[in-house]
C-alpha cells in the first residue's frame, strides 16, 4: 500500500466518542514501514495491560491516546562480535536511527493534523525521578502488547523475524486508530538457557524475576553506578596509588571514553547468543556446536573484569569463572582486590 494515498479518517465515521483525528491502522504501519521502521504495531492508551504505564506517559504527553510501537533491526553479528565496542556502536547506531525516523514521521504526521511525542530509545532520560524509574515509556511492555514479539527468558523482546536484535522505541500519538495490535499467540523463545548459562553474574534465570541491581552493577559499570564510585574512590585515595587500586588505567579509559562519546555497554551477552527468530536462527550458522564454539563460548570465556556487589550470588556466581576478574564495587566499602 502507498503510504501518502491515505489520509485521515473523519471522526465522525468512527467509534471514537472524542474528536481526536482517526488514522487507518494499515495507513499508519506502512507509513513507518516507509519512513525505516523494521516493524511496527499500535495499542490504545486505555488498555488495562498499559494500567501501569499511563500516568507516565500522560506526563509525558496529556493529548496521548495510541503508542506506536517501532521495531529497528540490529546486526546480529555486530551484537556476536567478542570485539565488544562492535555491538555498543551498533546500539548507539540503531538509537539515532530511530530517533530520526521517529522524528520525520512525527513531521508527515503533524501535516495529517496529528501530533505526538517522539520517545527516546534508551537515553536521554529523566535524571529528576534518579534513583528511582527514570524512564516514563517501557518500550518492551509498548512492542509486546502492539504484537511484534514477546519477552524471552532474557527479558528482552524477540521478535519473529528479526529475534531478538532489535532497538524499540515508542511514539505518543494524540491520534485513534480504526484497529490495534494484540500480543503474540506464540512466545519465540525456544527455552534453550544460552542466555541463563552466559551471564558472568548469574542475573537471569528461568524461574525467578530478573535480578535489575546485578545486570545493572556489571553490564552499566560506565554509566552512573560505576562513575559515582570512581568519584567515591577519588574523594577516598589518599594518592594515585590508592586510587590506581581501585580503578585501573583500562578502567579509566573506559569510562572516559563514555563520558567523552557514548556509554560503553560493559556486556549484552544475553542478547548475543539468542538463536531465537529468524535472525537469530542464523546464527546457528548450520549447526548448534558450532553456534556454541563461535558466538557462546568465546562470550563466557571473554577475559575481563566483572563488578558484583560484595558477598552477592552474583560473586559467587563470576567467581567460578577463572577468566573473570572479579571486582567489588562500593566506595563506602573498604576493600583491596
Ligand atoms: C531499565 C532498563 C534496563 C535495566 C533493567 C532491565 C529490565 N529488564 O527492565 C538494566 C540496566 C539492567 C538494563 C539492561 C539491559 N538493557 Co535495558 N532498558 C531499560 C529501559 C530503560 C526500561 C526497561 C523496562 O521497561 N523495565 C520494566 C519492565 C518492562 O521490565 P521487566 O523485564 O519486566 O523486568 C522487571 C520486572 O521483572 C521487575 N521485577 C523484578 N523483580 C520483581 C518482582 C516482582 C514481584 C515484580 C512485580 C516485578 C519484579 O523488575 C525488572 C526490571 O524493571 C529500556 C528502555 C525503555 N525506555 O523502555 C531499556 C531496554 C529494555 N534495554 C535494552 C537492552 C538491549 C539492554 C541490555 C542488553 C543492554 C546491555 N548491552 O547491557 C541489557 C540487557 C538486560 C536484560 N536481559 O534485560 C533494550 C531491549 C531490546 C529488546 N530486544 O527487548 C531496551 C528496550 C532499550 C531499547 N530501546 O532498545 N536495561
Ligand atoms: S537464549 Fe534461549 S532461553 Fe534465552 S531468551 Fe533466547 S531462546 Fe530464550
Ligand atoms: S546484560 Fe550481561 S549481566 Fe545483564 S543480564 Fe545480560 S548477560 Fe547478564
Known amino acids: 500500500m502507498q503510504a501518502d494515498t491515505h489520509t485521515v479518517i473523519e471522526p465522525a465515521a468512527n467509534a471514537a466518542t ?23 504495531g499500535f495499542v490504545e492508551l486505555e488498555r488495562p495491560a498499559l494500567d501501569f504505564e499511563r500516568e507516565d506517559i500522560l506526563q509525558v504527553f496529556p493529548g496521548a491516546r495510541t503508542v506506536a510501537a517501532l521495531v529497528f533491526p540490529l546486526n546480529p553479528e555486530n551484537m556476536r562480535s567478542r570485539v565488544r565496542n562492535m555491538s555498543s556502536s551498533e546500539f548507539h547506531n540503531a538509537s539515532e536511527e530511530a530517533a530520526e525516523v521517529s522524528r520525520k514521521l512525527l513531521r508527515r504526521l503533524n501535516r495529517l493534523g496529528v501530533r505526538g511525542v517522539a520517545v527516546p530509545a534508551d537515553f536521554p532520560m529523566d ?6 524509574k527514570i524512564w516514563h515509556v517501557s518500550h518492551k511492555i509498548m512492542a509486546v502488547q502492539a504484537g511484534l514479539g514477546h519477552m524471552g527468558i532474557n527479558r ?6 528479526f529475534g531478538n536484535f532489535v532497538r ?5 500519538l494524540d491520534a485513534r486508530l480504526d484497529a490495534y495490535g494484540s500480543p503474540l499467540e506464540e512466545n519465540p523463545c525456544i527455552r534453550c538457557g544460552l542466555c541463563t548459562a552466559v551471564c558472568p553474574v548469574g542475573a537471569i534465570s528461568r524461574d525467578k524475576p530478573f535480578d535489575l541491581m546485578t545486570c545493572m552493577t556489571h553490564a552499566y559499570r560506565d554509566n552512573s553506578v560505576g562513575f559515582t564510585d570512581m568519584l567515591g574512590a577519588l574523594v577516598a585515595s589518599k594518592d594515585m596509588a590508592a586510587f590506581g587500586e581501585r580503578f585501573n588505567e583500562r578502567e579509566i579509559a573506559s569510562m572516559w571514553q563514555s563520558l567523552m562519546y557514548k556509554m560503553n555497554y560493559r556486556c549484552g551477552y544475553c542478547m548475543s547468543v539468542c538463536p531465537a527468530g529468524k535472525a537469530g536462527g542464523m546464527g546457528y550458522l548450520g549447526s548448534e556446536k558450532q553456534f556454541v564454539r563461535e558466538v557462546f563460548t568465546p562470550l563466557r570465556d571473554r577475559k575481563e573484569e566483572v563488578y558484583v556487589a560484595q558477598g552477592s550470588p552474583a560473586e559467587a556466581r ?9 571486582r567489588v564495587v562500593g566506595y563506602t566499602r573498604e576493600r583491596k582486590q
Open 168 to 172: 524499540l522505541t515508542s511514539l505518543l
Open 318 to 326: 563470576a567467581r567460578k569463572n577463572p577468566n573473570k576478574n572479579v
Open 127 to 132: 535524571m529528576s525521578r534518579y534513583p528511582g
Open 156 to 161: 528482552l523482546v524477540i521478535h519473529p523475524e
Open 18 to 40: 472524542d474528536d481526536a483525528p482517526v488514522l487507518e491502522a494499515a495507513f499508519l504501519k506502512a507509513l513507518c514501514l516507509e519512513a525505516g521502521a523494521g516493524d511496527a
